[in-house]
């Protein structure tokens, strides 16, 4: 006998990996997921969910549920690709060039539909409401508050007949983990994204002349080594932080002195008190070292997502939960990374929990590398933990 947490069937399988890979195939990057929408809609119509919403620009959101309690649980499955050339060699690798699947959102996407398509069979059996939302533009850092913005937390998105959510799951394929490896570590666990670009200015000249100009490449070089004291020397050790300048770009020939180099870069943090120091103390080292070298430092600094925090309730409730699900074979509590994430906004608003799915193992690919490969094998059990939990947390 099925019920809404049953481990998926060979046919639920099937259909899990074909979504995946008409997915993968057709790969749209952030806030442009016009086609990605158009099929899922397809597809959920094909599965009998009609009432689909357009939410956040290219999302989509659906809801389930007799609606008798207040409770309810949003899944969130982001929906963007990247701009990355894939040379993963597989046979429904992208048809679309210089645009990849290259983070597993295809699967994320294929995983909720498997969870919506239980949904739809087993609606009666939520007493409150589920909240299944495809979100665009993850990799941008804007999907998740376009959809906040259009009312996916408050209920306004649903013309008056919404729901407040009040909790939150999602997940993420993640390749250093082995597949059956489900992680969910209580508190911060994902960065606070910031990203800089610092301007530097000089005074061009004769490369054999440098008493008669103000070198922009050596001023900017102290710069990039002197931001580095932010995490060394200003931040409590046991709080991470890492500002990282990803380019530095200056200069036209070898003997001339370069009049401006412009640096950019990301910062990354968890705690919300240190990252509000964080523009600070980064304009006045570019400052104050620019000017030690004669030359002087423009510095634009801007958020893009908060840090991550998994509500210690629900990543606990999660753990419990995925401990007794087919396929699991090993849950971790303590994986954390200073990449970002904009479920981060979500979970900001409501108690939650954002699990990872082994999909690979040490010896895979990174995501966002044009090799990168999900293994098909971790779809299922991702499936299968996401509907134990909204099981348990619907007390059913
Ligand atoms: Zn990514
Ligand atoms: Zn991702």
Redesign the pocket.
């Given at each position: 006998m099925s019920s809404l947490s049953a481990p998926l069937n060979a046919e639920e399988i099937a259909n899990l990996v074909h979504w995946r890979r008409c997915l993968h195939q057709e790969p749209e990057l952030s806030l442009e997921e016009y086609d990605t929408q158009t099929w899922l809609l397809k597809t959920l119509a094909a599965m009998g969910a009609h009432d689909v919403h357009k939410v956040g620009g290219t999302g989509l959101a659906l809801r389930f549920g007799r609606g008798e309690t207040d409770a309810t649980l949003l899944l969130r499955a982001d929906m963007d690709a990247?701009p990355v050339d894939e040379q993963s060699g597989l046979d429904f690798a992208s048809r679309r060039p210089g645009h990849m699947h290259?983070?597993?959102?295809d699967g994320h996407m294929a995983s909720l539909l498997a969870v919506t398509q239980r949904l739809v069979a087993h609606a009666s059996e939520i007493p409150g409401h589920v909240v299944v939302a495809f979100q665009p533009g993850?990799?941008s850092g804007r999907g998740a508050v376009k959809m906040i913005e259009d009312g996916l937390l408050d209920g306004r998105w649903l013309d008056g007949r919404g729901s407040r959510v009040q909790a939150a799951y999602g997940l993420h394929l993640w390749s250093p983990l082995p597949v059956g490896v489900i992680s969910c570590a209580s508190g911060p666990t994902m960065a606070a994204v910031d990203d800089f670009t610092i301007t530097v200015r000089g005074r061009g000249g004769h490369g054999a002349l440098p008493h008669t100009a103000d070198d922009a490449i050596v001023a900017a070089a102290h710069v990039v080594v002197a931001l580095q004291s932010i995490a060394s020397r200003r931040t409590n050790p046991l709080e991470p932080v890492v500002v990282t300048v990803g380019s530095f770009h200056g200069g036209s020939a070898f003997n001339v002195i370069a009049e401006e180099v412009v640096l950019r870069g990301t910062v990354r943090s968890f705690d919300k008190a240190l990252g509000e120091h964080l523009p600070q103390w980064l304009t006045q080292i570019a400052q104050a070292t620019a000017q030690a070298h004669g030359a002087t430092a423009e510095v634009q600094y801007q958020r893009y997502t908060v840090a991550l925090r998994n509500d210690p309730a629900m990543a606990d409730r999660l753990a419990r939960v995925a401990q007794k699900t087919a396929g699991v074979t090993t849950v971790d509590r303590e994986l954390r990374m200073m990449?970002g994430?904009d479920m981060a906004f979500f979970l900001d608003a409501v108690p939650g929990c954002f699990f990872f799915v082994g999909c690979g193992g040490p010896q895979a690919e990174p995501?966002?590398s044009p090799r990168f490969v999900v293994d098909e094998a971790a779809l299922p059990v991702g499936v299968n933990v996401m509907l134990s939990a909204v099981s348990e947390f619907f007390g059913a």
């Open positions: 990247l290259a983070c597993g959102h993850e990799e990449a994430e995501h966002h």
